[in-house]
């Protein structure tokens, strides 16, 4: 089977591995599709080489067809379509032990702290796969982990029917968090600062704001009727998102933080969380609960996928579909077929 192996300086080698044997409650999968996501493109540029290697299969937004089962493994059958959440808890720490595996205090992510999707076949264990319904378009499919991570910022956030939500920042994950968030039942703005992700963002039926040229906070109150925004997720991963997610928000605004960043921490007004008793609160990857919500919401077509994928590459052109999608402004999502 042919495997790509991240090789560190932006490039990927393609190799011939034999396919591994589930052993006692595993599964081989065979991976259709895999989505490039942004820390997929920040171990691309050698920011995560400590961690990751520079000699692994990287990827985890993939979907498959069950290959073989080790024993002991129940509820799956050879043939089953299914995707795969991609943790590794330990199941002893205490955040385990209340129940928040998702957060284990020593979570391994596969594909990056193991091996991963980029891969024609992968073998992990059999507890990590979801079943999804056998008519079901597998590039569909790879586009349930992503969905998985907005339906978990929007559970955290709570949203009530009729609330006014901002969204700051159109990306792949930010246009994810809009869709689910306007199936709670919101009221959904999305603020960008690419004309083209703001008109992907309206093509979806979102009103939206161009950061660029106005004051989103000034705006959303406007809009509002002088109130702000109740939900308040930050995607954009930037101070300028930060400035706008405590100004738009409104009186008890629940601010949720979804883009992750890195670098120089950025500054935060706390005079605005004791004026207006705002809560913050953190957002890291999903439980079961989201995976089973976002295959449901992909199957029902609240999911535009067929809008998000707007590239798909064989495993073998992998180094070029991250040199394509690298700094482009007009691509979403990104898949690789794999077999």
Known sequence: MKAAYYTGDQSFTIREDQP???????ARVKIAYCGICGTDLHVYHGAMDARVTTNRVVGHECSGIVDALGEGVEGFEVGDQV???????CGECPACKKGYTHVCQKLKFLGLDT?????????????TLHKVPADMRLDFAALIEPTAVACHDVARANIQPG?????????PIGLLVAMVAKQAGGNVVVSEVSEYRLGIAEKLGFKTLNAMKVNVAEEVWKMTGDKGAEVVFEVSATQPGVDT????AAVRGRIVMVGIIGGRKPEVDLFK????????????VYEAADYEKAIELIVSGAIDC???????QELEDITKAFQALDGNATAMKSLIKCS
Do not use: C, H, Y
């Not at 591994?20 to 595993?26: D, S």
């Not at 969380?273 to 890291?284: D, P, V």
């Open 20 to 26: 591994k044997e589930p052993q006692a409650g595993e």
């Open 83 to 89: 995707v795969i959440r991609p943790l590794a808890s």
């Open 115 to 127: 091996e991963g999707a980029f891969q024609q076949a992968w073998t992990l264990p059999a507890n």
């Open 163 to 171: 609330e006014d939500v901002l969204v700051i920042g159109g990306g």
């Open 245 to 248: 997610m405590t100004e738009a």
């Open 273 to 284: 969380f004791f004026w207006r008793e705002l809560q913050l609160l953190g957002a890291r």
């Open 306 to 312: 067929e809008t998000l994928i707007t590239d798909i």
